[in-house]
Nanobody, 127 residues
């Protein structure tokens, strides 16, 4: 079970940190990712982290602004979001995928690869 938290309303240029608590999932086994869906748009895999080789993928839309990380002791995956823009407004989901594919492949086709999803947390960037 994956449980996200940390969403909310923030002004443009602000920061938020999303957390994903993984209950019953081994952070050392799965590839974890953050996916978002803006109103009327498709799911976008914005960042993925492989536990097997620590490889990381960022979508161009968030590269340089967002950072994915994990804390094995807390069994939690984080997404630090800085320099937020109105176009970052979306529902953000944490998800887990079985290993065996590159983080690029997994993030590019999140529906196909992520088998476990959290309930989502809303991020709204507005002044």
């Amino acid at each position: 079970q994956l449980v996200e938290s940390g969403g909310g309303l923030v002004q443009p240029g602000g920061s938020l940190r999303l957390s994903c608590a993984a209950y019953g999932s081994d952070l050392d086994y799965y590839t974890f990712g953050w996916i978002r869906q803006a109103p009327g748009k498709e799911f976008e895999g914005i960042s993925c982290l492989s536990s097997s080789d620590d490889s990381i993928y960022y979508a161009d839309s968030v590269k340089g602004r967002f950072t994915i990380s994990r804390d094995n002791a807390e069994n939690t995956v984080y997404l630090q979001m800085n320099s937020l823009k109105p176009e970052d407004t979306a529902e953000y989901y944490c998800a887990a995928a079985r290993p065996g594919h590159s983080v690029q492949d997994i993030c590019h086709t999140p529906i196909a690869f992520f088998g476990s999803w959290g309930q989502g947390t809303q991020v709204t960037v507005s002044s």
